[in-house]
């Protein structure tokens, strides 16, 4: 009987313990990456000699996002750079800003690059919304033939946030997710 009467109360203390806060905790890498994402303008340019942004739609870029390793341990050195981390993707996720619900999918993009342990990775016209994703819900409102504007907001723009998220492994195999950043764009 007593067997019966200490396992509820062990496991209804168990599922009282705070969780791990620690960001940086949550891989087993010797590392973590920050992502510094200044404030600047977004492009929507063609990155294809044959189509213009006038004929197709163009991605959304970021000019310049920097990745910037840290070893989990400061008093720790990696000589032989198995802390390296070769970044293989990175997620975006978007929210609104403006009172609206409806939001774009998430998406997925490749990225190639070697971040050093303790080193940056600079990383130019990177996107953060396809193209195609411009003329499909919630921005197709938006288009002249559709009225123009949104129906949620009553707004003739959108005004979207998004959490860039970079994931990777370490030289080692250990994965590596960056912390995440978060930014804004209109679309009018």
């Not at 973590?32 to 006038?54: E, G, H, K």
């Not at 970044?87 to 070697?114: I, K, W």
């Not at 005004?159 to 764009?185: C, K, M, N, P, W």
Request: proline share 6%; with cysteine; aromatic share 10%.
């Amino acid at each position: 009987m007593k067997k019966i009467f200490w396992i509820p109360v062990a496991v209804a203390a168990a599922l009282t313990v705070p969780a791990c806060t620690n960001k940086q905790g949550e891989t087993e890498s010797p590392v973590f990456i920050t992502i510094n994402l200044p404030s600047q303008p977004l492009i929507v340019t063609s990155t294809s000699t044959t189509l213009s942004c006038a004929t197709a739609p163009c991605p959304v870029q970021i000019a310049t996002i920097t990745l910037v390793s840290h070893l989990k341990n400061v008093a720790a050195t990696d000589p032989q750079g198995f802390a390296n981390v070769q970044v293989s993707f990175y997620q975006v996720e978007y929210f609104r800003r403006d009172g609206g619900t409806r939001v774009p999918q998430n998406q997925e993009f490749a990225a190639a690059g070697l971040l050093a342990s303790n080193g940056t990775l600079t990383l130019s016209g990177f996107p953060i919304l396809a193209g195609a994703a411009l003329v499909q819900s919630p921005f197709d409102q938006l288009l002249p033939f559709n009225g123009g504007v949104d129906r949620e907001t009553g707004l003739t723009e959108i005004h979207v946030f998004y959490r860039l998220t970079f994931f990777g492994q370490t030289v080692a195999g250990q994965r590596v997710q960056s912390e995440t950043a978060i930014g804004d764009f209109f679309v009018r």
